[in-house]
């Protein structure tokens, strides 16, 4: 299986280095590699199967609603399990369980507790945060999710904040300790193949409204230190992905277009000031920051020149229209058809979506299972060598303590000799 993924992703990789023999077939699967749906239910929906049968889709999100009351880890494993076999090209399966308020497996299905940021941030070590991104990783893993939408590195700048502070979603206020804890979330999560996005880009703590409901504006709050988690991590090699927070900053924008629509930010910033070369997804498009300020397809264009990767349309949002595949997939074409999106910007992100894709063959448990045999063996040659070379020492003493008990043999006899000629004299 993993040599056929394999092969997938070469050819697809090798699709972005030929334009000269563009068809529309590859153009059709390059945009549906940088569309993210939902599904309505605890159970896998046929029309969402065939899309991604047809590779209209490259990425699946799962909710509450998705998982199963009865039976609920097999369950929804068959879910996931159903539409990756179904895939043409390996599907991005995610997930938003980042812990506490945000947490889509819940403890009343059978799934491990969880706790917020805030919470494990209280511990006077790390090992709060280890603990509970180990047993979030790996029932992930066990589930057939291979991306989780955390951790949130926002600061808990604003106390009030009434979507990241008010419900703990954020490590600390401190860019150094957001960045510190992380780091150990995604460290978790990589040791069972599971991909993360920070979240939310350009930095949400600071805002003093819900972007589910409208415009957040934080242009007057914003801080520059709100990057450095970001900054840290890119740096450091710990940035697997990056989600975008449809927040305004007029002053990080000058049209004032939010973060998820805005060529200054996500190119300016993310791209070339922080030299992040990742897939970006969306936060969720259907948000009314989005939905009540822009047109469809206006958003889509804007996201795309922006240099979003991966769109999300989860179909979840209460009172949001319900976005088809075909209409986004047809839009997306169109924009490219009429010359308003390159298809040297579909390639772009279509590149850094297989290059990130690879990883899912590199970070599976079979790898995972190579690797820690590697360690083992590793550890046994060691081993072997620490025994050998005590052997060595241990016979070395052996001779020398065997040439004493020989000396001393020798001399013993002598010894009586001349004790016995004392006695006589």
Known sequence: MMKYFYSLFFLAVALTESTSAQTIDSLDIKIGQMILIGFPKGDVDAEVLREVKQGKVGSIIIFEKNIPAK?????????????????????????????????????????????????????????????????????????????????????????????????????SANEDSVALMAKEVIKQHRKYGVITSLKHFPGHGSSKADTHLGIADVTNTWEERELKPYQLLIDSGYADAIMTSHIVNKKLDKNGNPGTLSVDILTGILRKRLHFSGVVFTDDMQMQAITKHYGFEQAIKLAIQGGVDIMTFSNNISGSDERTVNKVHSIIRSLVEKGDISQARINESFKRIMLLKKRLGENSVEANDKQTVEKLQIALNKTEADLATAKEELKSKSDELAKVQESLAQTEPKKKKKKKKRSED
Do not use: H
Not at 77 to 106: H, M, S
Not at 140 to 162: M, Q, T
């Open 71 to 171: 039976n609920s880890f097999v369950a929804l494993k068959k879910i996931t399990w159903t539409y990756q076999q179904a895939a043409p090209i390996p599907l991005f399966i995610c997930i938003d369980q980042e812990g506490g308020r945000v947490n889509r497996l819940k403890d009343k299905y059978g799934f491990p507790r969880s706790i917020t940021a805030a919470a494990m941030a209280k511990a006077s070590t790390l090992d709060s945060v280890r603990f509970y991104s180990e047993a979030t990783a790996s029932t992930l893993a066990g589930l057939g999710i291979n991306v989780n939408f955390a951790p949130v590195v926002d600061l808990a700048s604003n106390p009030d904040n009434p979507i990241i502070a008010k419900f703990g979603r954020a490590f």
